[in-house]
T-cell receptor, first 114, second 119 residues
Framework: EPEVTQTPSHQVTQMGQEVILRCVPISNHLYFYWYRQILGQKVEFLVSFYNNEISEKSEIFDDQFSVERPDGSNFTLKIRSTKLEDSAMYFC????????????FGSGTRLTVV | AQTVTQSQPEMSVQEAETVTLSCTYDTSESDYYLFWYKQPPSRQMILVIRQEAYKQQNATENRFSVNFQKAAKSFSLKISDSQLGDAAMYFCAYRSAKAGGTSYGKLTFGQGTILTVHP
């Protein structure tokens, strides 16, 4: 079964550093997403991406964050100048363009900011 | 904006018994999709079951079924013959069906219910 692949599975970074979280969505999916889950809390939407541009973003997704699909297969989330409160599980997901399909989520990247 | 509420932070069930997890939502839209996701300790998000709002028939996937009450905006998950592997956090989620709208594709999650299965 097709999978969404996320790397790394766990990343530790120092406060103020930049991190890039990587995702390879399912090849025939056209909508891509990033979600965040702070430990013990609910999953929160960050951003959706379609046709090489952001289609929607939440209030969490401020200037500190950016997304990119640099080469047609990878989908990245960059966090500039990380803060302690950015520590969370970050999930990438992809979805076909139409229909009520649930997403296929990746297995997540656990980001720890120290 | 849509909201999803799971009022049961924790539930427990004996192995082989049946348990129902509750979910309510608020929306002004008439066409949408509802989902239940399972998150085991590995923290992977696994789709359990989905329901299209325009369908009156409740969705069923093996031991998992839903009770979808559109007028009441209720979407509960029933797990029959519970197994130890069902122990996880369960999230209810909403997705608009409005193509091209600003919320198209975005999932709104509830707070989650931790399910414990006792042997």
């Amino acid at each position: 079964e097709p999978e969404v692949t996320q790397t790394p599975s766990h990343q530790v970074t120092q406060m103020g550093q930049e991190v890039i979280l990587r995702c390879v969505p399912i090849s025939n999916h056209l909508y891509f997403y990033w979600y965040r889950q702070i430990l013990g809390q609910k999953v929160e939407f960050l951003v959706s991406f379609y046709n090489n541009e952001i289609s929607e973003k939440s209030e969490i997704f401020d200037d500190q964050f950016s997304v990119e699909r640099p080469d047609g297969s990878n989908f990245t989330l960059k966090i500039r100048s990380t803060k302690l409160e950015d520590s969370a599980m970050y999930f990438c997901a992809s979805s076909p363009i139409s229909g009520g399909y649930g997403y296929t989520f990746g297995s997540g990247t656990r980001l720890t900011v120290v | 904006a849509q909201t999803v509420t799971q009022s049961q932070p924790e539930m427990s069930v004996q192995e082989a018994e049946t348990v129902t997890l509750s979910c309510t939502y608020d929306t002004s839209e008439s066409d949408y999709y509802l989902f239940w996701y399972k998150q085991p300790p590995s923290r992977q998000m696994i789709l359990v079951i989905r329901q299209e709002a325009y369908k009156q028939q409740n969705a069923t996937e093996n031991r998992f079924s839903v009770n979808f009450q559109k007028a009441a905006k209720s979407f509960s998950l029933k797990i029959s013959d519970s197994q130890l592997g069902d122990a996880a956090m369960y999230f209810c989620a909403y997705r608009s069906a409005k193509a091209g709208g600003t919320s198209y594709g975005k999932l709104t999650f509830g707070q989650g219910t931790i399910l414990t299965v006792h042997p």
